[in-house]
């Protein structure tokens, strides 16, 4: 309980949100690496799932493929990659690691969606007319969106958790209050930086809940 309360005081201390060493600079720091690391893994991922969705081919081996990177610690690949010339380049190992880590959630989920449309509604589609294009953007992928928007929802989840590595490579976020408490052997910041990542996790869950709430009900919506 002392170490609970260690750790509230700490949290509770005014200076250790400001500054640039401060609560909120390093949130800042963490939202931006998550923004960027989805919104690159979303752009590499969710097209590619959607069209195997919508033809029906290589879509297997495609989700198998992007699982098997699950079976690789995501900071043995950050490792690795900094020891490659792209560690010279800022964060940018630790951007390629988080996008690699959040890609299967996405393809499997989106490629699922895809696949369980009503068959019925796209054959309906495709007799009245529609081209294989119209049916992707105007049938199929709404239909979709709820299981789209889970894998999403996984994968930013997942972003925000894993992206305090950034920190065992000289980056920002939330794990350089982990890192430093450690250097300083300061168990309360260790376990208020764990918190912080924490609700920071819950609060985009609650976000991506609310936004699924909004969205229609299609092929997805059992999941």
């Given at each position: 309980m002392n170490t609970l309360a260690d750790a509230w005081s700490w949290l509770t201390t005014p200076a250790n949100w400001a500054g640039d060493e401060?609560?909120?600079?390093?949130?800042?720091?963490?939202?931006?690496?998550?923004?960027?690391?989805?919104?690159?893994?979303?752009?590499?991922?969710?097209?590619?799932?959607l069209v195997l969705g919508h033809t029906g081919r290589g879509g297997a081996l495609a989700v198998n493929l992007s699982n098997i990177?699950?079976?690789?610690?995501?900071?043995?690949?950050?490792?690795l990659l900094t020891l490659t010339p792209l560690g010279r380049h800022g964060q940018w190992p630790t951007v390629v690691a988080l996008v690699l880590f959040a890609v299967p959630p996405l393809l499997t989920n989106a490629y699922v969606g895809m696949r369980e449309v009503d068959r019925d509604v796209?054959?309906?589609?495709?007799?009245?007319?529609?081209?294989?294009?119209q049916m992707l953007w105007r049938v199929e992928a709404?239909?979709?969106?709820?299981l789209i928007l889970t894998g999403v929802r996984l994968a930013a989840v997942?972003?925000?958790?894993?992206?305090?590595?950034?920190?065992?490579?000289?980056?920002?976020?939330?794990?350089?209050?982990?890192?430093?408490?450690?250097?300083?052997?300061s168990t309360p910041q260790?376990?208020?930086?764990?918190?912080?990542?924490?609700?920071?996790?819950?609060?985009?869950?609650g976000v991506f809940e609310v936004v699924r709430r909004l969205v229609p009900h299609g092929a997805g919506g059992r999941m």
């Open positions: 401060g609560i909120w600079h390093r949130l800042a720091q963490h939202l931006h690496l998550t923004v960027v690391c989805l919104v690159i893994s979303c752009a590499t991922a969710l097209p590619v799932a990177g699950r079976a690789v610690p995501t900071f043995a690949v950050l490792v796209v054959s309906a589609a495709r007799g009245m007319g529609m081209t294989g294009r709404p239909l979709a969106l709820p997942q972003l925000v958790a894993t992206a305090t590595i950034a920190a065992l490579a000289g980056g920002g976020g939330l794990g350089r209050i982990i890192t430093a408490g450690f250097n300083l052997a260790v376990v208020a930086g764990a918190v912080l990542v924490a609700v920071f996790a819950l609060v985009v869950e």
